[in-house]
């Protein structure tokens, strides 16, 4: 209760009082109702926290889901849903591109075992009719066992030249070796040496200059030699295959039959051969051998007509980091 006093005249006072139980009742039931509010605050925090922890980690679910999915199955189809453009969303993006590299590199891979398959059996084939017919050689006049036996080594030989361009082009895009700094002229000089000791019938002329590179120097090799093989063995008889180093740039051009335009796009696919050349020897691996050579240093091998007839393959070194 409240009590006021207020004295008077006289020596008199006057005395008031109230009930303070109403207040105190109002303040009761507002105390209650701002218990009520706070709790009910905090509940529908915690609902509404939930809901947004459980939206937010959805993604973070999904990716682990698909990731225990493709290890457990193989499958490289999966992929994850997140829009947006939030981090998760770029990391299921991320995890979506990266599947798609897996699955064009296994694709990639079998492509290449069956064309190896299919590559390889003929002249299997053939080196186990003639060993055959070796094994009966008492049957055969000694010329032909002789001829026999070259011509099976001569396959042989065929075989391991096959086998080592398929080990190649088994290898990863970046080059394993370890990358340095070299002359690409000097470099060109040492393969033209090479090619020249077995290439009696045609002319290398080489015009060659100072081409600073950085890069995998055997591999880089590899392909020149694959060029000049190339130039060598379309050339006629006392032709001459012209090789020029332009900066980055090796150019090998020869005096062959050249190649036709529907081919161009082609020649550095595996296994390709060109109608016209499907009678000669090789593997249909040189070119394409070049050209992951090329991209792997980031650049790129392509061919055009050389100016005085004949074709001119062209092989260019990018820049590619230490």
């Excluded at 225990?68 to 199955?73: F, G, K, Q």
């Excluded at 003929?122 to 000694?142: H, I, K, Q, S, Y």
């Amino acid at each position: 209760m409240r009590v006021s006093v207020q004295p008077i005249s006289g020596g008199r006072a006057m005395q008031a009082a109230q009930s303070l139980e109403p207040v105190d009742g109002a303040l009761s039931r507002l105390a209650l109702a701002l218990l009520g509010v706070t709790g009910a605050g905090i509940l529908g925090s915690v609902v509404l926290g939930r809901a947004v922890a459980r939206r937010a980690a959805h993604p973070v679910r999904e990716l682990t889901a698909s990731a225990e999915y493709v290890t457990a199955t193989q499958d490289l189809r999966r992929r994850v849903t997140a829009p947006g453009d939030d981090e998760l969303a770029r990391l299921a993006r991320s995890f979506n591109t990266m599947l798609e590299a897996l699955a064009r590199s296994r694709q990639a891979q079998r492509q290449l075992v069956a064309d190896a398959s299919h590559e390889l059996r003929t002249p299997l084939t053939t080196v186990l009719a003639n060993v055959e017919m070796l094994g009966r050689g008492d049957a055969l006049p000694e010329q032909e066992r002789e001829q026999m036996r070259r011509d099976v080594v001569g396959q042989l030989h065929e075989l391991n030249h096959l086998v080592g361009d398929l080990v190649e082009l088994a290898r990863e895009e970046q080059p394993e070796e370890e990358l340095q700094d070299f002359d690409l002229g000097e470099l060109v000089a040492e393969c033209v040496e090479r090619v020249r000791a077995h290439a009696r019938d045609v002319r290398l002329v080489a015009e060659l200059e100072f081409a600073p590179v950085r890069g995998a120097r055997s591999r880089v090799g590899r392909a020149i030699v694959n060029l000049l093989d190339n130039a060598r063995k379309y050339s006629p008889p006392g032709g001459e295959v012209h090789v020029t180093v332009r900066g980055r740039e090796v150019v090998v051009s020869d005096q062959g039959p050249g190649i036709a335009p529907d081919d161009r796009a082609h020649v550095f696919d595996r296994f390709y051969r060109a109608a016209e050349s499907r009678g000669l020897p090789g593997s249909g691996l040189g070119l394409a051998i070049v050209r992951q050579v090329a991209e792997s240093h980031g650049g790129r091998a392509w061919a055009t007509d050389a100016p005085g007839g004949g074709a001119e393959l062209h092989l260019e070194l990018g820049s590619i980091d230490s």
